[in-house]
């Protein structure tokens, strides 16, 4: 048996991933429920390539928002610097709500394996002699032994820590806990706001220490948005010193159906062991990749299409190191773009006109270059 902890995107689509494969499993749902994130998440083409592996793909298209164009702005003067057309390449949105119904969906279609709602405390390793058999031990009391735990239980959850802290110490608190950056999120109505916002683009607003995206979602019936800053700027004023810049941002000010809720953003680092033993990570557990290339749900879908291959190897052992060190590797390269877009996206001051100057110059074909390797990643 192969048990799955955690119900957020990638605990969901690693559980399909293992009933695709025929095994029974255990899922460990969690006794929290997923990140608190409404709203959806842009889509490349490697997570679509991974939903299509999972056979999901059509299902989760039915349910998405094409985007033609990332539109790349200047929240001072409004100009667009760079607009990089998507063309029919597979970029869109999707709601997070939408896209784990149709993951609960699918497990239950491929008999749902047996579920518990629980978080894992524990996790001996048996040895040779016992066939490596794992105990995991809950926080209801529940004991369970099972061949393999693939951990999806986030960034806070079990796995990492036993993965990353088998010395004892977890390294995520000891790690400098946040870059002070927080994210101001919010659903609205597309009706609530002007057409311009609904329409079928992902549009990053540069500005100083400050960027701000917003894309349509569910057809364009609502918008989704979020303004990413210094917690010190996230005061009662920050609407207006941000939206307040040009005209069609400052049409959002002090909108009340807007409602905002404030995610901080922590820096998380990564490590490119993703095995101890019977126990894999995936999804945020694995690469707490930073949102700037909008990666990190994609590549837990990816996680779960990797797993969907390896499964299928004979032996178990082959199998957890064959996707531990394929994914690994390829998440790496992702997170360290990742990272130095956060960087580049939040420079202010004359670095901060910099940056916008070059990313005019560069245009698309400059987007493209940074971005195709990303989207590739598979
Ligand atoms: C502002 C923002 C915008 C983003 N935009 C995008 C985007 O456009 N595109 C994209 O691809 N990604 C995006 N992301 C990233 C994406 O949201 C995450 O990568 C993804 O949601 C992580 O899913 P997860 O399942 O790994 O973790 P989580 O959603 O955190 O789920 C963790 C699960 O583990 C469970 N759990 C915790 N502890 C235990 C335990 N001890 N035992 C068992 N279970 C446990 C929890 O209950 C929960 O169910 C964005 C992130 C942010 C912050």
Not at 130 to 135: P, V
Not at 196 to 221: D, T
Not at 283 to 311: E, F, K, M
Request: glycine content about 10%; overall charge neutral; charged content about 15%.
């Amino acid at each position: 048996m192969i048990a799955v902890s955690g119900s957020g995107i990638a605990g969901l689509a690693a559980a399909l991933a293992v009933l695709r494969n025929q095994k029974p499993l255990l899922f460990i749902a969690g006794s929290k429920p997923a990140t608190d994130l409404p709203g959806g998440v842009q889509i490349a083409a490697n997570g679509w390539a991974a939903l299509d592996q999972l056979g999901i793909g059509d299902a989760a298209r039915a349910r998405a928002t094409n985007l033609q164009a990332i539109n790349v702005r200047n929240m001072r003067s409004a100009a667009t610097l760079a607009s990089l057309e998507l063309g029919t390449s597979a970029y869109a949105s999707l709601s997070r709500a939408d896209l784990a119904s149709l993951l609960e969906t699918e497990m239950a279609a491929g008999g749902g394996g047996h579920r518990i709602t629980a978080n894992i405390t524990h996790a001996i390793q048996r040895g040779p002699d016992h066939g490596k058999r794992l105990d995991i031990i809950t926080d209801d009391g529940g004991a369970y032994c099972v061949d393999a735990l693939i951990a999806a239980d986030g960034l806070r959850g079990f796995g990492r820590n036993y993965v990353h802290g088998n010395d004892g110490v977890n390294r995520d608190v000891a790690a400098p806990p946040s870059a002070g950056r927080v994210a101001m999120r919010a659903v609205v109505q597309a009706a609530s706001v002007p057409r311009f916002f609904a329409q079928p683009y992902c549009n990053l607003w540069l500005g100083q220490g400050a960027h701000f995206v917003h894309y349509p979602l569910h057809g364009g019936a609502e918008v989704n948005m979020v303004l990413t800053l210094n917690a010190a700027n996230a005061d009662d004023s920050w609407q207006d010193r941000y939206f307040g810049q040009n005209e069609i941002l400052s049409l959002l000010c002090r909108n009340t159906d807007i409602k905002w809720a404030k995610t901080p953003l922590p820096l998380h680092p990564y490590y490119d062991c993703w095995r101890r033993g019977r126990v894999v990570l995936a999804g945020d557990a694995a690469h707490p990749i930073p949102p700037n290339l909008a990666q990190g749900a994609g590549q837990s879908l990816v996680d779960a299409a990797s797993l969907l291959r390896w499964l299928d190897v004979d032996h178990l052992d082959n199998a957890l190191s064959g996707y531990a060190r394929e994914r690994s590797e390829a998440v790496g390269v992702i997170f360290k773009k990742a990272s130095f877009s956060s960087k580049i996206m939040a420079l202010g001051g004359a670095a901060a006109t910099a940056r916008s100057t070059l990313i005019g110059l560069g245009g698309a074909p400059m987007l493209n270059s940074w971005l195709a390797e990303v989207w590739a990643a598979a």
